[in-house]
């Protein structure tokens, strides 16, 4: 495990726009980003981006990412129960749209997660996310940058 800071991302149902940006990061302020994903993902040449392939099943991409992350890492990931336990283990969540999860949001997300997952398990259709647009993809950057101002404060 390395010392820096790095980003982890919860790769399976994270939007390719989002991928990029997350690559050119890596790149341009040479911060180490781990896919995480339970198939196959190819990422660009770079001694910054790697992938993990798990095996399939349930969380375990999700467990590989709470086994690994530590304190000041950023977990990019739209799972809002992932996100509760990388924020317990000191680190920062972030939703592909640029929601950041806080240990002040994060309780009433999970409340509101587990009521619509009622919902849906009564047969009520709450519909899907809405669509992904360049706002979100923007939204995002701008939380990635917020967290890399600090990341190049511990070089």
Not at 26 to 36: C, F, K, P, W
Not at 87 to 112: C, F, N, W
Request: with cysteine.
């Amino acid at each position: 495990m390395s010392a820096r800071p790095q980003i982890w991302v919860d790769a399976d149902a994270c939007p390719a726009a989002i991928k990029e940006v997350l690559f050119r990061a890596a790149d341009r302020e040479q911060v180490h980003v781990t896919l995480v994903a339970n198939q196959w993902l190819r990422t660009p040449p770079s001694r910054f981006v790697r992938a993990i392939q798990v095996p399939g099943g349930f969380d375990v991409a999700d467990a590989e990412i709470v086994e690994r992350v530590s304190a000041g890492d950023l977990v990019v990931t739209q799972d809002i129960p992932l996100a509760a336990l990388v924020i317990e283990k000191g680190a920062l969540a972030v939703h592909p749209r640029g929601e950041l999860y806080t240990p002040d949001t994060i309780a009433q997300r999970l409340s509101m997660r587990n009521f619509m997952d009622e919902l849906r398990g009564s047969g009520v259709d709450t519909g899907g996310p809405a669509a992904f647009h360049a706002r979100d993809k923007q939204a995002f950057a701008n939380q990635l940058d917020r967290w890399l101002v600090k990341f190049r404060s511990t070089r």
